[in-house]
């Protein structure tokens, strides 16, 4: 037979149990819960790295479209950003951001889909200096307006991505997709205060932008609000030789956000433009000394000619190419003066060829 | 205390004594597990490093042989570049180095046999013991490429090209 004190005994034993127990379990269930919060966050991480690497190999591979399932991420917002010309993307609110500051990047600001594509355009000012890489997704639905060969050119180019070609918007409809940019060239239907295509008037306002191209190279953005396009900055982009071939930056300027995350973007290709112009530089030095040194009166003296002596001569445009790139990473605005050095620095090229001189690019 | 209270204390210090040596074990075997999980993941890092740089310096532009401005040659090196990247790489450090992080970067001309290999990036990683003294680092990982090198520097002017081979080491 248990006594008074004993039953007390047993009681408080069990209570302690429980108590003990408890605070162990409650340990234990912290541990997990702080693991769990751990993994997720790892697993985001290496996301984010695994898509660097696959960046890094799409940012290699010209002209090559890449179309990468990630059905299985679906549940993710990816973030792009662009800040003093270095590019970062991220999982949106993991603090982790991967930073790249060499390959110029361009995509929207967020994607959220199932299959990201990823695309590379060189970039030549004559020569190429850099690959642009897009990234978008099938879930973003381009719309180009017009029926000109540019618009046709586009087409062509824009393979594999959700795009739809119409004359005018007032058929347009709001279909399924996270976002509808309309690619409007010559500008005339999508105008700062013309009210969006009515389709888009009852859902999200971040659902539709668009973009214009005037045929002198200006690029403007426009972004829903209150249902009327409302012009995004007063100054342009622009991008020269809207000419016989489509121009990569174009390419990226359809995809890519706005202005500033393309300037921003921009930066690193003109970067790279610098450098790979000053090898060129010393290629051209390297051809000189050559024919230089191998004074035959044959089309040698015309090829030494037209590098350093007629006007104006290879080394003297390199040298207006180096200066225009300087001018346009200090003032993106002035950026133009590179294309036409890059222009005319190809033409005198051309004719150097011609004459059968030595190769310098 | 009675014999039966004394016998309650043992049992408990015995469980108390075991639960301990089990928990050491986990802690033991756990961190064991993680090293070479660790140790895995660098290699594979390292493995996947050497893949990338190897895949990025074949499509350097600084590197790659041209046709008429925008078109690249496949796997071939313009030798003219090559002769005057080591200045670019060196004078660009931190750029470079963004691009192409820890590693050493030599073209050699293998057919018809050339001189002496182009060392055209070299940013070894070193580790700074207690003394100071710089030692290179001890984990690297090489990758060799077969390249073509292209020389434009001719009579005719109808390019010349030469068998290289690529090496890539980086280091982690």
Known sequence: ?361 | MTKRGQIHISETVAVLFIFFILVVFGIVFYARFQQTSLQHKENEFLATKAIETTTKVLFLPELACTKSGAETEDNCFDLAKLRHVNNLFTQERLYYFSLLSYATITVQQVYPPGGEPFVIYNEKKIAVPGDGTPSPTVNKEPTYFVVVLRDDLTENSVPRYYFGILTVEVYS
């Open chain 1, 1 to 361: 037979m248990t006594t008074k004190k004993g039953e007390f005994h047993i009681v408080f034993n069990w209570i302690y149990i429980l108590i003990a127990g408890g605070m162990i379990l409650l340990f234990f269930v912290g541990i997990a819960i702080k693991q769990k919060a751990v993994s997720e966050e790892n697993l985001q991480t290496e996301i984010v790295q695994l898509f660097d690497s696959l960046f890094t190999s799409a940012g290699v591979s010209e002209k090559t479209k890449n179309f990468i399932d990630v059905s299985a991420l679906r549940d993710y917002v990816f973030r792009f950003e662009c800040e003093k010309g270095i590019d970062y993307f991220g999982i949106k609110g993991n603090a982790f951001q991967q930073e790249e500051d060499v390959v110029p990047l361009f995509s929207p600001e967020e994607i959220q889909t199932t299959q990201f594509i990823t695309w590379s355009v060189p970039f030549s000012k004559p020569f190429k200096a850099a690959d642009l890489l897009l990234v978008t997704s099938n879930d973003v639905r381009y719309v180009f307006v017009g029926d000109d060969i540019l618009t046709q050119q586009a087409l062509e180019l824009t393979t594999g991505l959700t795009v739809d070609s119409v004359v005018d918007l007032a058929s347009l409809t709001a279909e399924k997709y996270s976002h509808t940019r309309i690619v409007d060239f010559g500008g005339l239907l999508v105008r700062n205060g013309v009210e969006v295509p009515s389709s888009f008037r009852t859902i999200d306002e971040g659902a539709i932008s668009a973009v214009t191209v005037s045929l002198d190279g200006r690029v403007f953005y426009f972004f829903n609000k209150n249902d009327v396009w409302k012009q995004h900055s007063a100054s342009p982009l622009l991008i020269s030789s809207l000419g016989e071939d489509f121009p990569s930056e174009l390419l990226a300027a359809f995809i890519v956000q706005d202005e500033s995350r393309y300037a921003c973007s921009m930066t690193k290709a003109y970067k790279r433009l610098k450098l790979v112009t000053t090898l060129y530089k010393a290629k051209v030095e390297d051809v000189v000394n050559y024919y230089t040194g191998r004074p035959e009166p044959t089309f040698q003296t015309e090829c030494l000619g037209k590098l350093t002596t007629y006007a104006p001569n290879i080394r003297e445009l390199l040298n207006s190419l180096d200066r225009a790139i300087g001018s346009c990473m200090d003032d993106s605005t002035r950026c133009g003066l590179v294309s036409d050095a890059a222009q005319k620095l190809d033409q005198h090229y051309r004719d150097y060829k011609e004459e059968g001189c030595i190769s310098l690019y």
